[in-house]
């Protein structure tokens, strides 16, 4: 690296860092890690050893990444020319042994980019042009394909896996081994059986975040709609209009339908 360390900066010696890198304060970057050209690293991050972070990727203020990470890689997309496209991962992430997240495409919008305090455990995988949101936990060999949008608060559990293109609403939980193939709502529960299918409402973690009865309450009337009652998917929508007038809730759970381009898991 050209000139001096910033201020608190510690860096092993092995590491290989290019001059063209911007280094925040009170990093710390590992043994064998390479940073690689046209990377920003925000201050108090932590980088561990034998990682690989390529540009152009963007890295905000107090992250941990664990050894063996792989950020900033070329997306696996066959129609990759090697156009310029990044990835720009937010503050305060938890990011575990070999987790792989690549950059965007040029045909996809050019970014992947991942929110704030997310915890990705080992093995994840981040396709290029996903977009992630704030809080949401993948657990061990969670995988997304490219172009998946995954909204904040969102629990995918181990083994677990989007189709690209796929939609996950805020506050949805995909169970262990279930692939998803079409978009799931906010506040879901999918888990696994031949192929994963709906199993009620994350009314639990809506009560570790604060959501009081009458407001779950609301989102439960709004999932029977459209997955208990048997009513066409249109019908369904009809009904939900109307719950959602008493509800912000039910309101967001609609407008996620009403904006879906792939097929709604039902």
Known sequence: MAGPLPAGAMIHPSAVIDPSARIGRDVAIGAFTLIGAEVEIGDGTRIGSHCSVLGPTRIGRDNQVASHVAIGGDPQDKKFRGERVELVIGDRNTIR???TLNRGTGDGGGVTRIGDDNWLLAYTHVAHDCLIGNHCVFSNNATLAGHVQVGDWVILSGFAGAH?????????????GTLISGDVPP??????SEQG???GINAEGLKRRGFDAERIAAIKRA????YVSGDSLADAKAKLAELAQDSDDV????EFIEQGERPLFR
């Open 97 to 99: 042994e070999f987790v």
């Open 187 to 192: 506040f879901v529960m999918v888990a696994q």
């Open 164 to 176: 690209q293109f796929c939609r996950i609403g805020a506050h949805a939980f995909i169970g262990m």
């Open 197 to 199: 299918r709906p199993r």
């Open 223 to 226: 999932y029977r709609a459209l």
């Open 251 to 254: 309101q967001a759970f609609l």
